[in-house]
């Protein structure tokens, strides 16, 4: 349920600026979604086409561009970026440090629909709405960014225990900052930075 970042063996392909750790998949019970937290380093990374899947990025830490179909947009941290599957995207590090992105990759299993797309979404854009009195969140990538089968969040949680609960349907989380613990399935796991 809980793994941290730090924990997890990096693989680079030969020619590419991205060392890529997977986090959750179907290997560790997470059968719809994959996690990967990413480090590109400087350069432009190999290009990579999403065949049948979608990709949500959030930029955890540095900034960089992202080349998608012949369009260029800037990366900045706590920015979501919605990539549509058909799409060839690189990303571009000017460096000199590691770009630290997080990424999810899920199946495609609605159609696009028509409106507007957005690719990146920047965090201070968004409205701030609340969960309960101790939480709030933002929307990054959702229906308004044209994504309709995945939502990525960033939540602010101060401190408190949220109610248990479950979900019908797969999550997975990313601790931006700070420390807690996740009570599941009887078992407590210590959250923190990276987690």
Not at 79 to 97: F, K
Not at 160 to 165: E, N, Q, T, V
């Given at each position: 349920?809980?793994?941290?970042?730090?924990?997890?063996?990096?693989?680079?392909?030969?020619?590419?600026?991205?060392?890529?750790?997977?986090?959750?998949?179907?290997?560790?019970?997470?059968?719809?979604?994959?996690?990967?937290?990413?480090?590109?380093?400087?350069?432009?990374?190999?290009?990579r086409?999403?065949?049948?899947q979608q990709?949500?990025?959030?930029?955890?830490?540095?900034?960089?561009?992202l080349?998608?179909?012949?369009s260029?947009h800037?990366?900045?941290?706590n920015?979501?970026?919605?990539?549509?599957?058909?799409?060839?995207?690189?990303?571009?590090?000017?460096?000199?440090?590691a770009?630290?992105?997080?990424?999810?990759?899920?199946?495609?299993?609605?159609?696009?629909?028509?409106?507007e797309?957005?690719?990146t979404?920047?965090?201070?854009?968004?409205?701030e709405?609340?969960?309960?009195?101790?939480?709030?969140?933002?929307?990054?990538?959702?229906?308004?960014?044209?994504?309709?089968?995945?939502?990525?969040?960033?939540?602010?949680?101060q401190p408190?225990?949220?109610?248990?609960?479950s979900?019908?349907?797969?999550?997975?989380?990313?601790?931006?900052?700070?420390?807690?613990?996740a009570h599941?399935?009887?078992?407590?796991?210590?959250?923190?930075t990276g987690?």
């Open positions: 349920f809980v793994v941290d970042e730090n924990e997890l063996e990096p693989v680079r392909d030969d020619g590419d600026t991205a060392s890529v750790c997977i986090a959750f998949d179907a290997a560790n019970g997470c059968e719809r979604l994959e996690q990967r937290v990413i480090r590109f380093g400087p350069g432009r990374s190999v290009e086409t999403l065949a049948g990709e949500v990025l959030y930029i955890v830490e540095g900034r960089g561009q080349h998608v179909d012949g260029t800037e990366l900045e941290p920015m979501g970026v919605y990539l549509a599957p058909g799409e060839t995207y690189a990303v571009e590090n000017a460096g000199p440090q770009l630290h992105v997080l990424s999810v990759l899920a199946p495609e299993d609605r159609a696009a629909a028509s409106g797309r957005k690719v979404v920047r965090f201070d854009d968004q409205p709405l609340e969960a309960s009195v101790e939480r709030s969140f933002r929307y990054l990538v959702n229906e308004d960014a044209g994504c309709f089968d995945v939502t990525q969040f960033l939540g602010i949680v408190s225990k949220a109610p248990f609960h979900h019908t349907y797969d999550e997975v989380g990313y601790i931006v900052a700070g420390q807690g613990i599941v399935g009887g078992t407590e796991f210590p959250l923190k987690s």
